[in-house]
Every structure is written in C-alpha cells, then in structure tokens.
C-alpha cells in the first residue's frame, strides 16, 4: 500500500479490486484510507498483534492467518510499504508458490527521500541481526517504539559510533541528531525509520577491514606515503615476525588493551601483503579472505561435513588429515619437510620431531632419548677439542635436537619451556647483580666461585627447586 493513501499503485488497485478477500495487515496507519477510498470490503489483522509474544511470532501468526484465508479464494494481503520489506509478506511469498508481489513504495525509499539521502542498504529494524556489515548509505524502518530504538542504537552505535551523524524520519519529516539520541525522541511510529548517509574517511570514529585496506591503498597510491609506496613483500617480512611476537608477548603480560593493539598491527600486516598482491595482479584481498574462509570450512569438517569428532584431541586429528589433504601431503615426507623453515629454530625441530613420530619414526619413550642427549654431548666435547668451528656448531646442533626430543616426549612445549627458563635465568641474574652491588661490590671483580656463590642466593631467594 506504500507509506501514504496517496501511494497506491495501479497494479495495487487491480489486485485489490480483483481479489475474492482483501486483508490489510492493519486498519490503523495512513496507508489504509487508499483500500477504504476504493469501497471494497476488507478485514485486518490487528488483533493478531495482541495475542503474539514477539515480532518473530507475530510474522508467523500474520503469514498463517493469510495462509488459511487463502484456501480456495484469491486473497490480496495489503501491508505498508513494500512487500519485499514486510517479514510477514516474505514468509507467505516463501510459502505460496503461486503468490506474487505487487511493487509499492517503500518505507526505505520514502525514508531515504525525506532525509535527501541517496538510497543504499535497507533493513527492518526487527531484523537487524542480518545487518553485520557496516554499509553505507543505510535506513533502518520499523522503528516503532523507543525500546526498538534502543535496540537499534546498541547495534549502530558499535558499528559506527555513539555521535555517528543519523536522520530520525517520522511522519514524512527528518530532523538530523547524533545516533546516541535515537531512542530519546517524542514520536515513533510505523513508519519512523534512521537513515545514516556516508561517512568521509577522515570522520568516522568506527572503522572496519575495508576501511582499512582503503587506508593501505591510499598510502601506496601516487602522492601517498613515501615509505609505504617503497615497500614490498620482502622489506616488510620482518615487520610481520615482530607483530606477532609483540603480540605474543601482550599475551604473556594477559595485557588485553596491548592484545587489542597488536592483534591490529598484525592484521594491518596482512592488509598491506594483501594490497601489494592486488598491486601485482596476483591475489586480491578477497582472495585473501575466501582462501581462509574456505580453509576453516574444509579442516572444520567434523563441524561442517560429516566427519566426527570427541573431544579436543579428536578435532585436532580431523584438523591436520584434512590439512595433509589440503596440502597434497601424501606421505610422512611431505609433512615432515612443509614445516615452515621461517620457524623459530628451537619450535622447528619440535614440530618436525612431532610430524616424524606420527610415522612412527621416534624413540620409544623419554629414557632412550635422553641417552641420545649424552652421546651428542660426548660428539660436541670431542668437536671442542679437535677445535674443528663447523665441527662444534653442528655437534651443538645435533646436542640441542636431541634436548628438544627429550622436552617433546616428556610432553613440554619446548619453545615456551626456554622461554620461560630465559626469564627465569635473567631475574636471578638481576637478583645477583642486586646481592653483590648491596655488598659494595662489582660483579666484574669477583672470581668464579664468589659469583656462583651469589647467584646461589638468589636462586634460593625466588625459592627455586
């Protein structure tokens, strides 16, 4: 019926005129006085409101109530607006193959109009969890009460921010105020709508990935940042390493406002990767995304296929038999050498060991490991002798492989484990230097015994094992 008496369409009025039953959805809004002018008999469906528990319920009982006059009559269902935008009108079109639409004019555009604001995204403010991508232009209609207001503010107000710039519509007029404000007006209506026109870069207060990879994009464009427009996939591959071990180290600190702040660098990394690719014509983000989307699909198939899975252990099998599957890794060899190489050394050897002993190539348990450990130490003190370097620096590296397989056994995660140690040793080193310089005295000035005699201290202090 549209937004106003004035509103009907022709193809409305034959389908009114034509019809065996006419039921408006409601007898109580403008649109109304457009099937009463035309003398045809009619029946609403007001008193359903009453009796449905929610709006989810209401466009059930309204659809089914449509559905049952429809038995053996042609029935015209007259709504507000445009049927497309009425839920109660898409669940009988869904239902009622035979059903058709008649165009009218909807509350989106109406609303649009009234706020000079070119048409763009529309959506019911009962239907606002399908709006999970900030888009702009944007009219949320439906806003009937403050309390839907309310509803619709929390959801903007995340996406864009609290003083975003929003037009109120009610009854054909618009008047400007800041989102925060939506639910604090004096009219709400069947008709009452938000429109939020596009916002210049430089005054959003919200962003999202698009934003971002525009930002990336302006930067590398010509009279953008000379730094930026210098860069390539190589320069900035360290940049991507300290990211993530800053990110990693907000982690350790349980520091979320630092977790927050890093996990952006990390993603502003891929957002520049993924422009430079654009730039050479061979990945775009999209690409970008849909490659890790349907990754997270594929190995999740015992959440999206029919794979089964107990438990967590049970996931991570179904997790890496579809990643040798994804990867092409048709034997233990294959696993065995797609471990990254830009892997920190000492969590390299730990993953290798690990995809090595799934093929059962492994020591029988931590004891027989552990002797491989003194055999490569005998190995390295012999290197140390001969005075042979590359001798000693692969006798240390066969030493320290074999102390991985000794903590992977044991069941430690042996990169976190050194870690941890290396915090462990730095604090008692402090603790030392804090013992002897209390003592008036330098630690560069003590022989070996007197040191290892401090240090024994603070060991003791920080009540070690």
């Not at 929610?54 to 042609?74: H, I, Q, Y």
């Not at 005054?203 to 390539?232: H, N, S, V």
């Not at 996990?263 to 993924?274: K, Y």
């Not at 995809?355 to 490991?369: L, S, T």
């Amino acid at each position: 019926m549209g937004c106003a008496p004035q509103d009907l369409t022709a193809g409305g009025k034959e389908a009114i005129l034509a019809a065996d039953k006419v039921i408006l959805r409601t007898g109580e809004t403008l649109p109304a006085e457009s099937v009463r002018a035309l003398g045809v008999p009619f029946a609403t469906l007001d008193y359903i409101y009453e009796k449905s528990r929610n709006f989810d319920t209401l466009a059930k009982n309204l659809a089914a109530a449509v559905g049952e006059a429809a038995k053996g009559a042609n029935v015209a269902y007259c709504v507000d607006g445009n049927a497309s935008e009425d839920v109660s009108a898409r669940l009988v079109l869904a239902k009622h193959k035979d059903a058709r639409a008649v165009g009218g004019v909807s509350k989106s555009s109406s609303a649009f109009a009234a706020a000079n604001v070119p048409s763009g995204t529309a959506v019911s403010a009962y239907d606002m969890d399908s709006y999970d991508r900030a888009c702009l232009p944007l009219c949320v209609y439906d806003i009937d009460c403050a309390l839907v207001a309310g509803d619709v503010k929390l959801k903007l107000c995340e996406m864009f921010g609290d003083e975003t710039a929003v037009y109120f519509v009610s009854e054909g007029k618009a008047e400007k105020i800041n989102l925060f404000e939506l639910d604090r007006q004096k009219n709400y209506g069947a008709f009452t709508a938000a429109v939020i026109d596009k916002i210049p870069l430089l005054e959003k207060k919200r962003f999202d990935y698009d934003d971002l990879l525009g930002i990336m994009r302006l930067l590398r464009a010509p009279g953008g940042c000379p730094w930026d427009r210098a860069q390539t996939h190589g320069s900035i591959r360290a940049n991507m390493i300290e990211e993530a071990y800053e990110l990693v180290d907000a982690i350790d600190r349980e520091d979320d406002e630092g977790i927050a702040e890093e996990t952006g660098d990390v993603l502003m990394q891929g957002a520049f990767h993924s422009v430079l690719g654009e730039e050479r014509g061979v990945f775009s983000a999209g690409d970008v995304l849909s490659g890790v989307c349907e990754k997270l699909i594929f190995r999740h198939s015992h959440i999206f296929g029919k794979d089964k899975a107990e438990g967590e252990s049970g996931a991570l099998s179904v997790w890496e038999k579809n990643k040798q599957k994804e990867k092409g890794q048709k034997t233990a060899g294959d696993s065995v050498r797609d471990v990254p190489k830009a892997f920190p050394a000492l969590m390299r050897a730990q993953k290798a060991g690990k995809r090595a002993a799934k093929a059962g190539y492994d020591f029988k348990d931590v004891k027989e490991a552990a002797a491989k450990v003194d055999e490569e130490l005998a190995e390295l003190l012999d290197a140390v002798a001969s005075g042979d370097k590359a001798h000693i620096g692969e006798e240390t590296g066969d030493l320290l492989f074999s102390a991985v397989n000794v903590g992977r056994l044991a069941g430690a995660d042996c990169e976190t484990a050194l870690r941890e140690s290396t915090d462990k040793f730095i604090a008692r080193f402090l603790e030392t230097e804090k013992l002897i310089l209390a003592d008036g005295k330098k630690m560069e000035d003590l022989p070996a015994d007197e040191l290892w005699e401090y240090y024994g201290r603070a060991k003791n202090a920080d009540g070690a094992r």
